[in-house]
């Protein structure tokens, strides 16, 4: 492991998934997917720090520049490549048949729904405030540089935090059955608890809802993936400052 240096994928049952990943809220959502569903699976630490993900090689696989990305090897001589941590998940769901509903149209259209709201709406919302409130927090900045951003984006991802608690009403995860709907959002309300909203009172349905995630063996593990690896700057939200 280490670097984003892109090698031959070998055609074996073991590591024929690579996962191009920053233990970030986007790589999670993928490390938690493929812990929960038990693949095997090599962890290809990619430091956004010092631009790897612009590395030609890297961009082969994920043409945007950014973690996380994923290569699956196929044994038919197929070789998947994936980026955007919504797809990668969707993938991993239909790949596996598990967490991700394959028999009923209405419900894994129901399970895509919610994915994409995060990727679409909680992701990048609570991406842009924390990055406004960190570049706030630079010595000398200008207030007035920032204030608008913060009162918009947080406007934005309390509105988001109270769609989420009324789709928790009554329910254990966001779709009924835990899901990739549950692991995408998950990381980000998990990273964003620590700028102030996710231990509000005003959302307990969804504090409770990240302590019955955050006890799974699976998302343990998963969030103890890679952390060595590469150091995350604290609070840092998936962009940098
Ligand atoms: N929509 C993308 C967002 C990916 C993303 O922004 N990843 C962050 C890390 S969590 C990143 O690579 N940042 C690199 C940078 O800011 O240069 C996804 O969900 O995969």
Not at 139 to 156: C, F, M, Q, V, W
Not at 168 to 181: K, V
Not at 201 to 212: E, G, K, Q, V
């Amino acid at each position: 492991m280490g670097g984003c240096e892109v090698q031959a994928h070998q055609r074996d049952t073991k590591g024929v998934i690579t996962l191009y990943y920053l233990a970030s809220p986007n790589g999670r959502k993928i490390s938690i997917a493929l812990e929960e569903m038990g693949l095997s699976y090599e962890l290809r630490p990619v430091n956004i720090f010092e631009n790897e993900t612009l590395r030609p090689e890297y961009l082969e696989i994920c043409p945007n520049g950014r973690v996380p990305a994923l290569v699956d090897a196929l044994p038919s001589g197929e070789v998947v490549k994936i980026f955007e941590s919504g797809a990668i998940l969707q993938y991993l769901g239909r790949r596996t048949g598990l967490f991700y509903p394959t028999q009923s149209e209405s419900a894994r259209a129901w399970v895509d729904a919610w994915v994409i709201w995060q990727m679409a709406g909680l992701g990048p919302m609570a991406g842009q405030k924390t990055w406004f409130l960190r570049a706030a927090d630079k010595p000398g900045r200008d207030p007035g540089e920032t204030s608008l951003a913060i009162h918009r984006y947080n406007k934005e991802v309390t509105r988001l935090y109270g769609v989420l608690e009324r789709q928790l009403a009554g329910r254990d995860f966001i779709c009924d059955e835990y899901s990739i709907a549950d692991m995408a959002c998950w990381p980000w309300v998990e990273q964003y608890g620590s700028r102030d909203m996710a231990d509000s009172d005003a959302f307990p349905l969804i504090r409770a809802w990240h302590a019955r995630i955050a006890e799974r063996p699976a998302v343990e593990r998963a969030m103890q993936l890679g952390v060595d690896a590469i150091e995350v700057p604290q609070g840092f939200p998936g962009a940098r400052a």
